[in-house]
């Protein structure tokens, strides 16, 4: 059984993901963290390279969700209408409810879905929990000490991850 805080891959970024191996494994549904990991926090609207991303999710038959926790009013629905992708907010990872709601609507089982995201104790976490495959990003940026303080505790975890490649 692997540790529920250990990601089943670790990549620079979003960007590095090999999607025709994503979904040669039989993922169609890509849950996907917002701050710190499709943007840094403060970024109001989807970047020309989060667009081509998701262009290029589409163009190899995945599906993008955004999966957020963020509890700013309206952050994660603005961001998922300028995108064009069906969303939750204040999702409650690492809680599994939120997973089990996306998963739902887009009717995807586990073993079609993965989560892609900057946290150990939030999205990889809850993935595993749900039965998701993992994908773990490194952090934008880190901001705040308190940030920087909680990813070097994770960095354990990090280092037990696949590397990207192996995907």
Known sequence: MKFPLVPDFYF???????LARLRA????LLLADLDNT?????VHTPTQPVRAWKQALDQAGI??????????PGRAQRFAEALGVPYEGHAGKPKVGGFQRAMARMGAAP??????GDQIFTDIWGGNRAGVLTLLVHPIQFGTVFRGLRY??????RAGAGKGAGL
């Open 38 to 42: 499709l943007v840094p926090y403060g």
């Open 25 to 28: 494994r039989g993922v169609r």
């Open 12 to 18: 620079e970024s979003i960007h590095a993901i090999d």
């Open 152 to 157: 070097g505790l994770e960095t354990p975890f």
């Open 63 to 72: 599906t993008l969700f955004l999966l957020s926790n963020s509890r700013k």
């Open 111 to 116: 073993e079609e879905t993965a989560i892609v």
